[in-house]
């Protein structure tokens, strides 16, 4: 074992004479016995700890480090509160001192691995019981190393890619930062694209955010719960937090308990199938009663109905919270309404170890409540093996490679994967590699809005601009840069330049969008078009006549208008992260062939929203394209998206046969194989996400107008034809009644088998 830092505990030593050593020996027995030789172990340890104690179990604080004493300390992390060195080692003694004391359970968001070791060390050499601490961060799409933002990474329709994505993500953290817990994946559906946190998920449906949710996880968790180089996930955010009313972060949501089950849990079940024991309380309420103290989710429904035996954390200070909804009346109260609902800790608010002791002691909160969550906590710490070494995954040559090549590759091919190529008129797209090309807009040159809203630990790692990956591609005397205007204001004279750098320029690739700040937490937009000086732009550069690329650097879908939607070519690239620019000019030069599928709809304009595909069917339904009167749709747009749910181009052309089932009927305990003939009818192999829906198209509760079932990627040859089969069990076709009862009728079931979720012909199968 390498020795790193001063600080630095040899588990072998400290295992000696620890705690740890009894649990070791008395896990050593029969495989059957061991959980319950675990279980009275904990509730052994937690007869000896004092009520101080068992709150401090409770609560979570941010990790100060040791080296924040020094004057030029420089911070990396947004938590780390701004101090002076004199502030600095006051705070730090302080929270040493309570570490000391043996309360504190959990902490965050650590500068560096020696804060780990640092309070790791004092809290299984210097408190009385000898617990270990459980470390969190945020590590979302990226360490080091940045991925593709989760909703991009969802654009591939490859579950696996982000399996392999979330575990490079843990890789690094545990080898750099030595955390054993990240706060992701987050699991909400999020259906209006006002809301900033879209980006952060893996979009609209359900199945593809299902999928995903259990892939991340997984990937997460690596080779299990006690993996060294594995990050306990932490889906989030339980539940309905994707809903806030009108798209405005930290909204109320407006729900009913069916839609809570049909569309907003089963992404959490799938997550806590594949093995999550950790979930984050929502900011949200639902019903009234805001997430965090809320009995009949965090209790009734994770853990009697779902079953669910992990550990609840409040989301940054939403206990504290219960104060503004004016659901508690003070702190007191609060801890008090979000302990007893099954909210197991705190995250950095501090009231659970200021209030619950005296809450126990004066009989206002059972006892038996506060045993139950510090048991839960103790377990999870068990089951993440940090009982037999507190060190576990900060035992790693840290030192290393802090963003291995590999992990850059893979950077590169999730950002291919999650591009979207939404228009290539004449096939513009791919570029010859000898065009005369106009790189123009405020992203050309930009390197502080390439990796997305959660990218805190990257600095170390340089994210490769949009200009570094055309430079990699073109001669120089090919390329001219300009950036036309800011994100949000303009530069004198730029739009000139601009113009000036098009004319001369057999095509444009005109880089517009989003600021990575545009999006994410609390970044909920009114109107999520570009912003204005933008629009200018791309006017300015339409009038030149020459064929304009629009490159999409977004995290939500956007309402395109105006010069942006009539482009010839349009090419949605989110934040790709550390090799974004390589992973677009890849895909603009025709290196790779886009192969993503959008996991949003794109609106006509913001007013739609919340806008998605899988809606009710309504009374008064418009035929496409059309808005009569008294039909459904807003004044001046018909009630379509512009780019539907799973749209994608690839360079070539794929063509679909309608869809056959071989049966025509299907028992209830049945299945049904249902087929299409797809060709790649171009000239360029291609990737197709070919996708399955279904429609109940009479029910007693009105059921969507399309739902995704299945989906398949298949790479087809010029010429090629593949048939891709689905086979569905005939339970994938029931619905939740009014008690949320799963109900399967017998009658007729639409089935699609298409390239999105607006396209094809529907095949019918009779449920008997
Ligand atoms: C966010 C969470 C995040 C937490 C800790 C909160 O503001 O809502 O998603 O995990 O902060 O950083």
């Keep these: 074992m390498k020795k790193t830092t001063e600080l630095h505990v040899d588990r072998r030593q400290f295992l000696k004479g620890s705690v740890a050593t009894a649990i070791v020996a008395s896990i050593a027995g029969c495989a059957s016995q061991v959980q319950g030789q675990q279980d009275s172990y904990l509730m052994s340890l937690i007869a000896k700890m004092t009520l101080a104690e068992k709150a401090g179990q409770l609560h979570m604080d941010g990790v100060l480090s040791p080296k924040m004493v020094q004057p030029n300390f420089q911070k990396i992390n947004p938590f780390t509160p701004n101090f002076t060195p004199e502030q600095a080692a006051g705070l730090l003694a302080a929270q040493q001192a309570q570490i000391r004391s043996g309360q504190m359970g959990m902490m965050t968001s650590p500068e560096d691995i020696d804060s780990v070791v640092y309070a790791q060390t004092s809290a299984v050499k210097e408190t009385r019981l000898k617990i270990p601490l459980i470390f969190g961060a945020d590590i979302i799409h990226g360490h080091h190393t940045i991925y593709p933002i989760p909703l991009a990474e969802a654009a591939s329709f490859e579950p696996e890619l982000a399996e392999r994505t979330a575990r490079a993500c843990a890789v690094e953290a545990t080898t750099n930062l030595g955390i054993d817990v990240t706060y992701a994946p987050m699991v909400d559906i999020a259906r209006d694209q006002r809301w900033g946190r879209v980006m952060e998920g893996?979009?609209?449906?359900?199945?593809?955010?299902?999928?995903?949710?259990?892939?991340?996880?997984?990937?997460?968790?690596?080779?299990?719960?006690?993996?060294?180089?594995?990050?306990?996930?932490?889906?989030?955010?339980?539940?309905?937090?994707?809903?806030?009313?009108?798209?405005?972060?930290?909204?109320?949501?407006?729900?009913?308990?069916?839609?809570?089950?049909?569309?907003?849990?089963?992404?959490?079940?799938?997550?806590?199938?594949?093995?999550?024991?950790?979930?984050?309380?929502?900011?949200?309420?639902?019903?009234?009663?805001?997430?965090?103290?809320?009995?009949?989710?965090?209790?009734?429904?994770?853990?009697?109905?779902?079953?669910?035996?992990?550990?609840?954390?409040?989301?940054?200070?939403?206990?504290?919270?219960?104060?503004?909804?004016?659901?508690?009346?003070?702190?007191?109260?609060?801890?008090?309404?979000?302990?007893?609902?099954?909210?197991?800790?705190?995250?950095?608010?501090?009231?659970?170890?200021?209030?619950?002791?005296?809450?126990?002691?004066?009989?206002?909160?059972?006892?038996?409540?506060?045993?139950?969550?510090?048991?839960?906590?103790?377990?999870?710490?068990?089951?993440?093996?940090?009982?037999?070494?507190?060190?576990?995954?900060?035992?790693?040559?840290?030192?290393?490679?802090?963003?291995?090549?590999?992990?850059?590759?893979?950077?590169?091919?999730?950002?291919?994967?999650?591009?979207?190529?939404?228009?290539?008129?004449?096939?513009?797209?791919?570029?010859a590699s000898n065009a005369k090309v106009a790189l123009i807009g405020p992203f050309a040159r930009d390197t502080k809005n390439v990796d997305g809203a959660w990218s805190p630990f990257a600095p170390q790692v340089a994210s490769v601009s949009l200009a570094e990956g055309f430079k990699a591609k073109l001669a120089p005397s090919n390329l001219i840069i300009e950036d036309g205007c800011g994100i949000s204001e303009a530069i004198e004279g730029g739009i000139e330049r601009a113009v000036e750098a098009a004319s001369a320029a057999d095509v444009v690739l005109l880089a517009v969008g989003e600021s990575a700040s545009m999006s994410g937490e609390a970044s909920s937009r009114a109107s999520i078009t570009l912003p204005a000086v933008q629009q200018q732009l791309?006017?300015?550069?339409?009038?030149?006549?020459?064929?304009?690329?629009?490159?999409?650097?977004?995290?939500?879908?956007?309402?395109?208008?105006?010069?942006?939607?009539?482009?010839?070519?349009?090419?949605?690239?989110?934040f790709l992260g550390t090799q974004s620019g390589h992973a677009i000019a890849d895909i603009v030069m025709g290196e790779v062939s886009p192969s993503g599928r959008l996991p949003v709809t794109f609106p006509i304009a913001s007013g739609q929203q919340p806008y998605y595909y899988a809606r009710e069917s309504s009374g008064r339904p418009t035929p496409v394209g059309e808005s009569p009167m008294f039909k459904s749709h807003f004044i001046g747009i018909p009630d379509d998206p512009l780019y539907p749910f799973g749209f994608g181009l690839t360079y070539s052309t794929i063509e679909y046969q309608t869809p056959t089932v071989y049966t025509a009927s299907v028992s209830k305990d049945g299945s049904v194989t249902v087929s299409a003939e797809i060709t790649n009818t171009g000239e360029y192999e291609a990737t197709e996400v070919v996708q399955c829906y279904m429609q109940d198209p009479y029910a007693r509760i009105v059921q969507p107008v399309r739902k995704l079932l299945d989906f398949k990627k298949v790479t087809l040859q010029p010429g090629e034809q593949q048939t891709v089969s689905f086979t569905l069990l005939a339970s994938q076709f029931a619905y939740l009644d009014q008690k949320l009862n799963k109900v399967l009728e017998s009658g007729t079931i639409k089935l699609w088998v298409a390239p999105h979720a607006r396209a094809g012909e529907a095949v019918e199968i009779d449920v008997v």
């Design 538 to 574: 791309a006017e300015a550069i339409a009038a030149t006549g020459k064929p304009v690329v629009i490159l999409l650097r977004n995290g939500r879908a956007l309402a395109l208008e105006g010069a942006v939607k009539q482009a010839q070519a349009i090419v949605v690239t989110w």
């Design 202 to 431: 893996a979009g609209e449906d359900v199945l593809l955010g299902s999928r995903f949710a259990a892939a991340r996880v997984k990937g997460f968790q690596g080779k299990g719960l006690t993996d060294p180089k594995g990050l306990l996930a932490c889906p989030k955010h339980f539940l309905g937090y994707g809903a806030a009313e009108s798209g405005l972060d930290y909204a109320g949501t407006a729900m009913s308990n069916r839609l809570l089950h049909e569309v907003y849990l089963p992404p959490f079940k799938a997550a806590f199938d594949a093995g999550a024991i950790f979930t984050m309380a929502a900011f949200n309420t639902v019903d009234g009663v805001p997430s965090t103290g809320n009995k009949a989710l965090l209790t009734d429904l994770l853990r009697t109905e779902m079953g669910f035996s992990g550990v609840v954390i409040s989301d940054f200070q939403s206990e504290l919270e219960l104060i503004n909804h004016g659901f508690a009346k003070d702190e007191r109260e609060a801890a008090k309404l979000a302990l007893d609902a099954g909210c197991d800790i705190g995250m950095v608010s501090g009231i659970y170890p200021k209030y619950v002791p005296q809450l126990v002691q004066s009989g206002e909160l059972d006892e038996k409540v506060l045993d139950l969550a510090v048991y839960r906590i103790l377990d999870v710490k068990m089951r993440a093996g940090l009982f037999d070494d507190p060190f576990l995954r900060v035992d790693q040559a840290h030192a290393a490679d802090k963003a291995p090549a590999a992990h850059l590759a893979l950077a590169r091919e999730a950002g291919h994967k999650s591009i979207v190529l939404l228009k290539n008129t004449g096939q513009l797209l791919p570029l």
